[in-house]
Nanobody, 122 residues
Framework: QVQLVESGGGLVQAGGSLRLSCAAS????????MGWFRQAPGKEREFVAT????????YYADSVKGRFTMSRDNAKNTVYLQMNSLKPEDTAVYYC???????????????WGQGTQVTVSS
């Protein structure tokens, strides 16, 4: 019903920046909330940021607040995650998700992208 495709991951040195993109397609009308999550090896999936297509400010995990910025482009059905001042602990597979509303819990999202690897070297 909803397809999500992430892009923009890669290898970057500590202190560098990356911008992730998530393109949504299909029946997205009921998927009002979009989220970014990440999962590092041996760890559970972790909330990063969320935003609504309808408006309002994004919400961020404390670990990325002030460094990451989530934004949306409704015309392109695309959300972004601008990541600045990257740290080695940011290394993870980053996933885009769509759900009924904005949420900080992975289980509340209905659709997920395939993930994109972000590796931050020291």
């Amino acid at each position: 019903q909803v397809q999500l495709v992430e892009s923009g991951g890669g290898l970057v040195q500590a202190g560098g920046s990356l911008r992730l993109s998530c393109a949504a397609s299909g029946r997205t009308f009921s998927s009002n909330g979009m989220g970014w999550f990440r999962q590092a090896p041996g760890k559970e999936r972790e909330f990063v940021a969320t935003i609504s297509w309808r408006g309002g400010s994004p919400y961020y995990a404390d670990s990325v607040k002030g460094r990451f910025t989530m934004s949306r482009d409704n015309a392109k059905n695309t959300v972004y995650l601008q990541m600045n001042s990257l740290k080695p602990e940011d290394t993870a597979v980053y996933y885009c998700a769509a759900g009924l509303r904005i949420a900080q819990t992975a289980g509340l999202y209905d659709y997920w992208g395939q993930g994109t690897q972000v590796t931050v070297s020291s």
